[in-house]
């Protein structure tokens, strides 16, 4: 059960050094605008992925006039240490040095719903996959390699191509079909077992996010065309053998599992066809399908959830709330806090940051 019981910030942003013990269940984090609230989430997310949700340019994540950032925080057990300059970057966990960023997902899962990351509902493929696959690492962490392995034969196939270097494509087309077969196997696997999860608790849990939820269905996208049998690498296999010729014009590998993604149906409508607010909801039942799953599958990730009410209604919230604490779920949330008494069933431990720091209420 992943529950962040200290978080010390140093030089991340605008948030100066300074220490929280967040609450188990709902943390809320209330501020107005331009005091802190998206990069303290931020920062959280940074220490489970060795990365943000907003910038690539570390840059931008250190302080002003600063040479470094930490981030240090007690999870369950663990203490997971990480240091960023220009120069170098140290993860501990435990003392212990981190070799593979995969790892902190391990200690730190972390589930996310902010308006910066897009939602997945009507969202770009990229976005799918990134949502889809951070599920299928989850429940299967043998996915990861299968990935890596896939990564690098792609860009080996894409050079061979660039260079119109026939003889050696053979071997490589073997290797990604089999790689493809493997992870699209995975990929519909997971997505089965989310629409499982689709219980009628979940279904009841959420009942007033969305009247319909039961006509919410989703289709896995493998990134193979139509005539291609995904699951079996031979099929994978034959149609790169047959479009070589085609292959070696265009100079790269235009379908596989890095285009993969999934479509999106409400009532059988496409998603391109609802509402801004129905793509919002759905969305958020699918996070929150994914993180039911989890927790069925006995891992509890921390959920962060940036700016919540300008994007829903205060009935929609509380539902979603509700949902998380009946999970035991530890969830990080900001908003610019208007009027939130209708919360305070939840029990949230409620913070206030003012000019980059974070006070407990
Ligand atoms: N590297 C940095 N060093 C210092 N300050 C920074 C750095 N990067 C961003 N800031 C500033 O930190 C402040 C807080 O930004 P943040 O995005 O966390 O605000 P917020 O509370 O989420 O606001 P909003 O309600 O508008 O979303 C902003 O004034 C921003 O310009
Ligand atoms: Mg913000």
Redesign the pocket.
């Known amino acids: 059960m992943a529950i962040i019981r200290k978080l010390a910030i140093t030089?991340?942003?605008?948030?100066n050094q300074q220490y929280i013990e967040p609450g188990e269940r709902l943390n809320l984090f209330i501020?107005?605008?331009?005091?802190?609230?998206?990069?303290?989430?931020?920062a959280i997310y940074y220490l489970g992925h060795n990365r943000s949700f907003k910038t690539k340019s570390l840059?931008?994540?250190?302080?002003?006039q600063?040479q470094q950032f930490q981030l240090d925080a007690k999870v369950d057990e663990s203490r997971i240490k990480l240091e960023k300059s220009k120069q170098k970057t140290q993860i501990n966990i435990d003392q212990i040095r981190l070799k593979n960023s995969s790892e902190l997902s391990k200690v730190l899962p972390i589930q996310i719903i902010t308006p910066d990351k897009g939602f997945i509902v009507n969202g770009t493929p990229k976005n799918k996959r990134s949502y889809l696959d951070w599920g299928v690492f989850h429940v299967e962490p043998s996915f990861l390699l299968n990935y890596k392995n896939y990564n690098k034969a792609l860009k080996n196939i894409n050079t061979l191509l660039s260079q119109q270097k026939n003889q050696e494509l053979d071997y490589w087309f073997l290797e990604i079909s089999k790689l493809s077969a493997d992870i699209s196997q995975s990929r519909n696997k997971y997505i089965e077992q989310l629409k499982n999860t689709n219980s009628n608790e979940l279904i009841e849990g959420l009942s007033s996010l969305f009247n319909a939820i039961e006509f919410f269905n989703y289709k896995f996208k493998s990134g193979w065309p139509k005539e291609v049998n995904e699951f079996d690498h031979n099929s994978v296999y034959q149609y790169l053998i047959k479009n070589k010729d085609f292959l070696l014009k265009s100079k790269y590998l235009n379908y596989g599992s890095h285009k993969a993604s999934l479509n999106f149906f409400l009532n059988k409508k496409e998603e391109c066809f609802l509402s801004r607010g129905e793509q919002k909801t759905l969305s958020i039942v699918f996070w929150l399908t994914q993180v039911s799953l989890m927790v069925k599958n006995n891992i509890f990730p921390i959920v962060l959830i940036?700016?919540l009410s300008s994007e829903l209604d205060t009935t929609k919230i509380k539902t979603i709330l509700h949902f998380l604490n009946h999970l035991k779920i530890q969830t990080f949330m900001?908003d610019?806090g208007k009027d939130l008494s209708f919360i305070k069933d939840e029990n949230p431990v409620i913070f206030i940051?003012n000019n980059?720091i974070i006070k407990r209420q």
Do not use: C, P, V, Y
């Open positions: 030089q991340f942003r605008n948030l501020a107005n605008n331009a005091q802190g609230k998206t990069s303290l989430i931020e840059k931008e994540l250190i302080q002003l600063h940036d700016d900001t610019i940051i980059g």
